[in-house]
């Protein structure tokens, strides 16, 4: 498809449990972020990553989190031993090259802990 | 830590009516950014303001960037059903990062 494609769509883990989640940037574009959305408020900034610059992880809220992102294209997001309050909606956004460009969000990954 | 504060957080209006949704922070921003989201959906973006004092036109849509360039707000005009959404701000720090803070949110509801 021609846009951001976001892996699984929704996601029920135990709690204590590793996760791993997938974005599938849009090809050709050179930046990706991923962001959490906790019941549909603003987004939180967790990593990005820019060209092959190394990635600003300035937003992890832990240890338990991890990102990366293999040949410049597709990222995992890792969340190990899962806790409740890491339920929310995660986005991925990648951006083209250019000052401005906008965010190509994807439909997010829906993590609910239980 | 860069803030975005949106306001109101919450906004439900009649059809016809105009409204104003304000993004604040104390610190300066590159440019800042306007996105709309829908349920089950990523925000996708209706406008980017790069010089302060900017003001764009989208059709019912003003967008302004404030003069010091911590501040913008959205104004809609006759608003309309298909308005409804979370609208969010996005800002690009100064400082010649790529990182991209987002506002609080506001979720707004055009009543028919």
């Known amino acids: 498809g021609a846009g951001v494609s976001q892996s699984p769509s929704n996601k029920v883990t135990e709690k204590g449990k590793d996760v791993e989640l997938r974005c599938d940037p849009i090809s050709g574009h050179t930046a990706l972020y991923w962001y959490r959305q906790s019941l549909g408020q603003g987004l939180e900034f967790l990593i990005y990553?820019?060209?092959?610059?190394?990635?600003?992880k300035s937003g992890l809220p832990s240890d338990r989190f991890s990102a990366e992102r293999t040949g410049g294209s597709v990222s995992t997001l890792t969340i190990q031993r899962t806790q409740q309050e890491d339920s929310a909606v995660y986005l991925c956004a990648s951006v083209p090259p250019g000052g401005y460009s906008p965010l190509h969000f994807g439909n997010g990954t829906r993590l609910t802990v239980t | 830590t860069q803030l975005l504060e949106q306001s109101p957080q919450f906004l439900s209006i009649q059809e016809g009516e105009n409204l104003t949704v304000y993004c604040n922070s104390s610190?300066?921003?590159?440019?800042l950014q306007w996105y709309r989201q829908e349920p089950g959906e990523g925000p996708v973006l209706l406008v980017t303001?790069?010089?302060?004092?900017e003001v764009k036109k989208l059709k019912r849509l003003t967008f302004q960037f404030g003069d010091a360039r911590k501040d913008s707000s959205l104004h809609i005009t006759a608003a309309q059903p298909g308005d409804t959404g979370l609208y969010l701000c996005?800002?690009?720090?100064?400082?010649?990062?790529?990182?991209?803070?987002f506002g609080t949110g506001t979720r707004l509801k055009v009543l028919a």
């Open positions: 303001v790069v010089t302060g004092g």
């Open positions: 996005a800002g690009r720090g100064a400082t010649g990062t790529y990182k991209y803070i």
């Open positions: 610190s300066v921003f590159s440019s």
């Open positions: 990553f820019q060209g092959n610059s190394a990635p600003d």
